[in-house]
C-alpha cells in the first residue's frame, strides 16, 4: 500500500530559498532545480508576502529530493539536524568541505561538520571512518574516533594512522 512512498527534505529559509537551493545545485554534481512557486495575491493576510516572491523551490541533489520554503523569519536551523555526505576520497572531503564552509559560521566546524552561509549544517565523513568506527578491533576504532575528535575537516591519512596505531 506504502510502497512508493517519497520522503523530501523541506528546509524553512527567510527570503533566501531560491538563493540556497541555486548555490546547493552548483555544488552537488546531477543537481537539479525542477520547479519554483510563487506567492499570489491570494492568502496574503495570512503570509504577508509580496505577490511574485518566492514560495518554494523544488530541487534535486544527487537524487534527493529538497523543498526550499520561504516562510519568514519564525524558524531558525541549527546543527541538530545535519546532512551527511559520504566521500570516498579525500579530494571529495576537500572539495565539500571547501565550498560549503565559505561564508559558513568557522565556528560550527568540528569533527567534519560544518555550517554553510544559509545556517545549513553538513557532515563531510569519509567512508573509511564509517569502516574504522564499526571495526572489531575495538582498540584501533577508540584510536580512530579520538583522533576525528580533535579535527575540523577530516583527514583520512590522519584518521588511518591513529587506527593503525
Given amino acids: 500500500m506504502f510502497d512508493n512512498l517519497q520522503i523530501t527534505t523541506c528546509l524553512w529559509f527567510d527570503g533566501q530559498a531560491e538563493a540556497a537551493a541555486n548555490y546547493y545545485v552548483s555544488v552537488f554534481k546531477n543537481s537539479t532545480i525542477t520547479h519554483i512557486q510563487r506567492y ?3 492568502g496574503r493576510e495570512f503570509h504577508g508576502q509580496e505577490p511574485g516572491t518566492v514560495l518554494v523551490v523544488e530541487y534535486n541533489l544527487n537524487g ?3 523543498v526550499n520554503l520561504n516562510g519568514g523569519p519564525q524558524m531558525k536551523h541549527t546543527g541538530a539536524t545535519s546532512f551527511m555526505i559520504m566521500c570516498d ?7 565539500y568541505w571547501d565550498k560549503l564552509g565559505d561564508g559558513g559560521d568557522e565556528a560550527s566546524q568540528q569533527c567534519g561538520w ?3 552561509k544559509f545556517g545549513i549544517t553538513w557532515q563531510v565523513t569519509p567512508k573509511a571512518l564509517l569502516k574504522m568506527l564499526a571495526s572489531e578491533d575495538k582498540e584501533a576504532a577508540g584510536r580512530a574516533n579520538l583522533a576525528m575528535m580533535h579535527m575540523k575537516k577530516l583527514d583520512i591519512a590522519g584518521l588511518q594512522k591513529a587506527f593503525d596505531g
Fill in 40 to 42: 499570489t495575491e491570494s
Fill in 64 to 66: 534527493h529530493r529538497f
Fill in 89 to 95: 576520497t579525500q579530494d571529495e572531503i576537500d572539495y
Fill in 114 to 116: 560544518v555550517s554553510d
